[in-house]
């Protein structure tokens, strides 16, 4: 499994104190994305300006602590990470076999408290989906709590139900056109996997990260609002996570443009009527 971040933190990514696992790759480009760097399948090398030696590429790509990246599209070799390890440029991922991810989760599991587990998340976690069941299906034999962060549209999401303890999916946008705009593709397989998981998983936090200029509109919070009360039930949770650019500085890093402005911030009053509408439609708010 290509894996490019894993660590501890508490109940952001699921119930307790929590081992996440970040799995490279994405079928979406959210514009705001806080992990750019597990985007893309192959990985993306990352720099840091720093730290960056012109040394550790033979090609030339690096001159005066600055990477030239049109020279990395048919780099086959890739010296500057295969034969160097320095802080200053790395390959976004490492390759994890399920075998050590396993043995790496028991080894840890003294450190889950409060309910706690793993959890497995992104890029897109589905991009892997082999991998994913087969790990997440050891593991809850072993007794771990799993859980799986995702952005919902592999159409085969429904075989992951019986080996993910708390399922957290994401719900950007109701509106398909909107969707496809916004992020690149489809929320058609998005919606209906979010219906089954409501009608089918016993855990299902719904997520709306939400964004000014894309997904705050007065329309846009009706339509979630009367989806929320179409799936809402006693295990349904949901929350709203109001836009922050953290990932700004990584999407330097790898290369990228960030485009996002000052319009996405969205003002904490907004957040409040949004969370008091839900709790409003006697739907259950959950802050994590």
Known sequence: MRIFQKGFNYSQDGFGNRLVYHLQGCNMHCPWCSNPEGMKQEGVLMTDEEWLLDSVCPK????????????????????????????????????????????????????????????????????????????CKLLRECGIHTALETNGSHPKLKRAFPFVSQLIMDCKLCDEEKHKKAVGISNAAVMENIRLAAAEHPCVHIRVPLIGGINDSKEDIREFLDFFQEIGGGNVTFEILAYHEFGRKKWEQCGFSYQMTDRAHVNAAAVRRFQDEIVRLGLKYMRT
């Not at 440029?89 to 309910?115: C, G, Q, T």
């Not at 497995?120 to 069941?133: K, V």
């Open 60 to 135: 030339h790509a690096i001159k005066e602590g600055k990477l030239d990246r049109t020279f990395c599209a048919g780099c086959q070799e890739k010296e500057c990470v295969t034969q160097h390890r320095t802080k200053g440029i790395r390959l976004s991922y490492e390759e994890m076999s399920v075998e050590s991810i396993v043995d790496e989760v028991l080894a840890n599991s003294p450190m889950f408290y409060d309910k706690g587990g793993v959890t497995f998340t992104g890029g897109e976690a589905t991009i892997q989906l082999g991998e994913l069941l087969s790990v």
